[in-house]
């Protein structure tokens, strides 16, 4: 049995489902999950506390995901907590700029660079607001095997910890990479989950000018809208993608056994081997 403990600051879509994605029926036998959480905040108590509170569930793998993993009080907990320790950092792009750091500290990484901050503006984001772009994100971030890649990563963590190993995943997850994997059989669709992942990128340039650099409250208003209007379309995008597979009765599916074995299946009307 292989604990993992998960510690959650802050929000990136990839966090609101992270520890289902080990475990999609609650039936695997090699794997005990505990998740330890700030809810919204990531300043440095709520750092501090979590990452506390996961060391001491004592877990054979910590998997810390967060926005922004580079900023100064996350990278300074991050070398207090988990230095040398059997551990993850999932983060969204400008974690990018931690990465040599991570490897001096021996840690793994996955850095999700399609999901993208939000329009996090009062004079638009409400919760609702907030819900339906995350709903999106994870529509987006399924369809097109983004999720995928990060469920596989951690699960080859897993099954190296069983058998005595320490295999780390060290990965940036970018269009090119969606591009190596089979997950989507259809040429078309496959295309399309590029185009999409590569639009994701300038909406999170986009939300970041209107977040942190434009101080007009009008040109930040329209800008942080674009981006939320233009999510609606992606999203959409993604749903003709798996269409395309259903239709030619091909979607990819890859339930965990118990043990925690990866199973597959393409045609929905057989079983998965």
């Known amino acids: 049995m292989i604990k993992i403990g998960i510690a959650k600051t802050g929000n990136i879509a990839t966090s609101i489902i992270l520890e289902h994605l080990l475990d999609e029926r609650a039936e695997r036998e090699d794997i005990e999950i505990r998740v330890f959480s700030s809810g919204p905040k990531l300043r440095e108590k709520d750092c501090e506390e979590v990452l506390n509170s996961v060391i001491n569930y004592n877990p054979d793998l910590i998997i810390y995901i967060t926005p922004n993993a580079s900023l100064k009080h996350i990278l300074k907990c991050v070398e207090k907590y988990l230095s040398n320790k059997t551990s993850i950092i999932i983060s969204d792009s400008p974690a990018k700029k931690s990465i040599k750091r991570f490897e001096e500290l021996n840690l793994g990484y996955i850095i999700v660079e399609g999901d993208v901050i939000i329009g996090a503006r009062r004079e638009f984001l409400d919760p609702i607001e907030m819900a339906i772009y995350n709903a999106a994100m994870l529509k987006i971030l399924s369809i097109t095997g983004v999720l995928r890649i990060v469920f596989e990563e951690i699960d080859k963590a897993i099954s190296s910890l069983k058998s005595g190993g320490k295999y780390l995943p060290r990965i940036i997850i970018n269009s090119n990479i969606l591009l190596e994997k089979d997950y989507i059989s259809n040429p078309y669709a496959k295309a399309l989950a590029y185009s999409i992942y590569e639009t994701l990128t300038k909406i999170g340039e986009i939300n970041m000018n209107a977040c942190f650099v434009e ?16 999510l609606e379309h992606l999203e959409n995008a993604a749903e003709k993608i798996r269409m395309m597979e259903i239709y030619e009765d091909n979607v990819l599916r890859t339930p965990h056994y118990k043990d925690g074995k990866l199973l597959l299946k393409r045609k929905l009307l057989e079983k998965p081997k």
């Open 215 to 230: 101080k007009d409250w009008i040109k930040y208003t329209y800008k942080v809208t674009s981006t939320h209007l233009l």
